[in-house]
């Protein structure tokens, strides 16, 4: 059934249809005995309530566009991305670190936002929500999902390469130039998910945004101006984040006598 524009609605019923992929999985997965079936019903169950309360709330947000309301979602969203980086990374992270992951973050992602809205896109008032709320979540999760991996990355090479670290210390390799290798590990491999997922786009698949916007009636053409200023925009946001990370992060692991520290000293 058509709504406004020729836009089709999605009915109540129409919506519970598309419940026959997760029984589909329920299924699969009791066929295969890999016992995931509660796990699978519950991230179902949260992720449609998470999506039903955060499409009421923007009804509200989007109405009221306020410069504070915009600013606070910014803010709950940088803090919930830093606390889902602490849990996603599977390695010890020293305070030191922590500290660089918040800088890192913030100075990455605010960054890329402000110069998308005020320069690349241009809108009045720069804190529209209709803009500034969804550009800044694609933003921020992408910059998140790339600073786990770095993080990770730096602390696992570190240890695994503390000998040869310390014997370029002791030949008087400075704490960069011995740490050089694992930062630019790490720094690649952040990076490397955001690069792949650019080179398949518009031939293997096509991104949510844009069939989004297309499925709502919105020009293919206008849809991938768009789309390729966002997928630049999430470029840049994860280059700035994990740079920083990596360039400030590897201090971390030393004293300010260059010495590579113990991590119960850090």
Request: positive net charge; without cysteine.
């Amino acid at each position: 059934m058509n709504g406004m524009n020729g836009i089709a609605e999605i009915g109540f019923l129409q919506l519970t249809a598309a419940y026959v992929f997760l029984i589909i999985l329920l299924v699969i997965t009791r066929r295969q005995g890999t016992a995931k079936e509660k796990e699978i019903i519950i991230s179902s169950l949260r992720m449609t309530v998470q999506l039903v309360l955060v499409g009421y709330a923007l009804v509200y947000i989007l109405e009221l566009n306020h410069l504070l309301l915009s600013l606070g979602i910014l803010l709950f969203m940088e803090t919930f991305a830093v606390k889902n980086i602490y849990s996603r990374v599977k390695v010890d992270i020293n305070a030191k670190l922590r500290r660089v992951i918040i800088f890192s973050m913030l100075t990455g992602t605010v960054t890329t936002l402000l110069y998308f809205l005020l320069v690349v896109i241009n809108i009045s008032p720069w804190y529209e929500a209709r803009y500034f709320i969804p550009i800044a979540g694609m933003i921020i999760g992408n910059s998140m999902t790339a600073v786990s991996l770095g993080t990770e990355r730096l602390i696992s090479g570190i240890k695994a390469k503390r000998d040869l670290i310390e014997g370029a210390l002791m030949l008087g390799a400075t704490p960069s130039q011995a740490t050089k290798s694992v930062v630019n590990d790490a720094f690649t491999a952040a990076v490397m998910p955001t690069i792949n997922s650019m080179v398949g786009m518009g031939i293997v698949f096509l991104p949510g945004m844009m069939t989004g916007q297309i499925l709502s009636g919105v020009s293919p053409l206008t849809a991938i101006k768009y789309q390729i200023t966002i997928m630049l925009g999430i470029l840049g946001s994860v280059s700035l984040t994990v740079f920083f990370l990596v360039g400030f992060g590897y201090k971390t692991f030393f004293n300010e006598r260059a010495q590579l520290v113990e991590r119960g000293e850090q």
